[in-house]
């Protein structure tokens, strides 16, 4: 699974439209990194065609030995569990990226293409915090994002907010992650 921080494939801050000449070469470096992960640290498994997960290395920003990262393919999240920041923060459990997730065969891997919008929910599964909505109106003021797709970020984000809402976090694809991991060892 390779992040594709889209629209910040170039050196800098700002988002911007980059050429495929630019983006591919990006992509592949990750991919190339990626496949050299000896066996015995692969950290991704395909669960089935709607669900992927991982096991993040931890590290000392967010992710702890307990953090795990589902991919859900058809509802377009990448949905990452026991997120470790540090106080006034540490109540946070969950951070949501909105995202494409598409198999790529030309490559032959999966990809997450980060769609700006993200959420952070709370250890109660409820208290919701939206994030980085300026991102999406920067994408579409650059061009990254053409009116119909802002549209649907901003209506996969308040979906994603009503099922929370509504109570359905953890979401069943997130259970059967689970078991995957439990299987796994992880």
């Known amino acids: 699974m ?7 494939e170039h050196e800098g801050e700002d988002l911007q439209v ?3 000449d630019l983006v591919a070469p990006h992509l592949d470096v990750k991919i190339a990194s990626f496949r050299a992960t000896p066996g015995d640290e692969w950290r991704w498994w395909q669960v089935d065609d709607d669900l992927l997960v991982e096991r993040p290395k931890p590290d000392s920003r967010w992710r702890g030995p307990d953090t795990r990262i589902y991919y859900l393919v058809k509802r377009g999240l990448g949905i990452i569990e026991n997120i470790h920041y540090p106080p006034p923060d540490d109540h946070w ?3 949501i990226h909105l995202a494409d997730i598409f198999y790529d065969p030309a490559r032959e891997c999966w990809i997450m293409k980060d769609l700006f919008s993200d959420i952070l929910v709370g250890g109660d599964n409820h208290t919701c915090r939206v994030l980085d909505l300026d991102d999406v109106a920067e994408a579409l003021d650059v061009g990254l994002l053409t009116p119909a797709q802002a549209n649907d970020v901003l209506r996969r984000t308040d979906l994603t907010l009503t099922a929370i809402a509504k109570g359905t976090l953890p979401f069943p ?3 059967r992650g689970r078991a995957a991991c439990k299987e796994l060892g992880w």
């Open 2 to 8: 390779v992040w594709w921080s889209f629209g910040e």
């Open 18 to 20: 980059n050429p495929p």
């Open 93 to 95: 459990k969950w951070y």
């Open 173 to 175: 694809e997130i259970g």
